[in-house]
């Protein structure tokens, strides 16, 4: 009999390894480290022929195209930025729940902006994501790239408006910004390398099913 091959699992600290953990235990599996309390990229599992790697959360599908992890779990609002090439999404986990939005200052008069057709500046994270929202609605935009602390922009003047992802609210409320509209519900989903579908086949397929049967109770 041949040994079980190594399933490599890519996860982001924080959200994403925490919301997932309660899945994983529920498909047998438990992380024996804390990653908050080791400074450890690579984590095992009760599970001998599983591990852990802990990358950004804009690294997972990077991770999992090129085959170094043979799966992992990432947000919608990361993998249409990434683009999903290579990755097979067999699940959604239905966790880490959140929206994107456009959001701006409240004396900025959104609607009547994109009535008029006039020209909005935009900054974003996910310019992918708004350059597709603003062409579907025929708004012409001019799109500035950021990698956080989007609320700072329609404060100091950088841009008219954001799209950033949206809870609670309260990010928004304490920076006295408005939700002004909803692009798209957002959650995380399990992508899996398309190759290790093929070559991993019985473990890959075994570990799908737990953890679908696992999002279901
Ligand atoms: N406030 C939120 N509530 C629920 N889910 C969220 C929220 N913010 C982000 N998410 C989801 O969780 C994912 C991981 O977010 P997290 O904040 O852990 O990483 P990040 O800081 O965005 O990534 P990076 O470290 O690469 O900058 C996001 O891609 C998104 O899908
Ligand atoms: O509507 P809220 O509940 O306030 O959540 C929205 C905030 O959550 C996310 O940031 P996060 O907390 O992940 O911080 P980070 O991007 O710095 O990691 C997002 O970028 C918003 O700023």
């Known amino acids: 009999m041949s040994a079980q091959p190594l399933l490599t699992l890519a996860l982001s600290k924080g959200r994403i390894f925490e919301e997932t953990l309660p899945l994983l235990k529920a498909a047998g599996i438990e992380v024996t480290e804390d990653p908050e309390r080791s400074r450890k990229l690579i984590l095992p599992t009760t599970q001998p022929q599983v591990r852990v790697v802990l990358v950004r959360a804009t690294d997972v599908p990077t991770y999992v195209q090129y085959g170094a992890a043979d799966l992992g779990v990432a947000g919608k609002d990361v993998l249409l930025?990434?683009?999903g090439q290579g990755l097979y999404q067999p699940l959604d986990l239905r966790i880490a729940r959140c929206r994107m939005s456009v959001a701006?200052?409240?004396?900025f008069d959104y609607a009547q902006a994109?009535?008029?057709?006039?020209?909005?500046?935009?900054?974003?994270?996910?310019?992918?994501?708004?350059?597709?929202?603003?062409?579907?609605?025929?708004?012409?935009?001019?799109?500035?790239?950021?990698?956080?602390?989007?609320?700072?922009?329609?404060?100091?003047g950088l841009a008219d408006a954001i799209v950033d992802l949206v809870s609670t609210g309260s990010t928004l409320k304490a920076n006295h910004l408005v939700e002004v509209e909803k692009i798209m519900d957002i959650?995380?989903?399990?992508?899996?390398?398309?190759?290790?579908l093929k070559l991993k086949r019985e473990p890959l397929a075994d570990l799908i099913d737990r953890l679908s049967l696992a999002i279901e109770r």
């Open 104 to 107: 701006a200052r409240a004396d």
């Open 81 to 83: 930025e990434h683009g």
């Open 114 to 156: 994109v009535r008029q057709g006039s020209r909005i500046r935009v900054a974003t994270k996910y310019t992918t994501v708004a350059r597709q929202h603003f062409a579907d609605k025929g708004v012409h935009v001019d799109l500035i790239k950021l990698y956080g602390s989007m609320e700072l922009a329609p404060l100091t």
């Open 187 to 196: 959650s995380s989903r399990l992508v899996v390398n398309q190759a290790a």
